[in-house]
């Protein structure tokens, strides 16, 4: 079973920008994906964004244009890059490796302990 750890997050004001990471303990290439998700508390977990891995990306739409994924197989780590971050990005950040079945990714459960993002002035 792959672990997972989640590192970067902080405080920042409206406007600014973090770089999440996610290493981990082993080959990040033999999954057919991997995914940031976020969860708010009183809110679902959503997914953020995902890398498949051929290099396809997908984001939810409250991100394009502002996160962008990305991965380093050398590294087995995982990076969401969020620039004009808002208030409402404010959440716990988990990352997952995800598995591939009849046409749709699914989490495979392998959360870390998550990284808490904090948007505020």
């Known amino acids: 079973q792959v672990h997972l750890v989640e590192s970067g997050g902080g405080l920042v004001q409206p406007g600014g920008s973090l770089r999440l990471s996610c290493a981990a303990s082993e080959s990040i290439f033999r999954f057919n994906a991997m995914a940031w998700y976020r969860r708010a508390p009183g809110k679902e977990r959503e997914l953020v964004a995902r890398?498949?891995?051929?290099?396809?990306?997908d984001y939810a739409d409250s991100v394009k244009g502002r996160f962008t994924i990305s991965r380093d197989n050398a590294k087995n780590t995982v990076y969401l890059q969020m620039n004009r971050l808002k208030p409402e990005d404010s959440a716990g950040y988990y990352c997952?490796?995800?598995?591939?079945?009849?046409?749709?990714?699914?989490?495979?459960?392998?959360w870390g302990q998550g990284t808490q993002v904090t948007v505020s002035s």
């Open positions: 890398i498949t891995s051929g290099g396809s990306t």
């Open positions: 997952d490796a995800q598995g591939y079945n009849s046409g749709s990714y699914f989490p495979t459960g392998n």
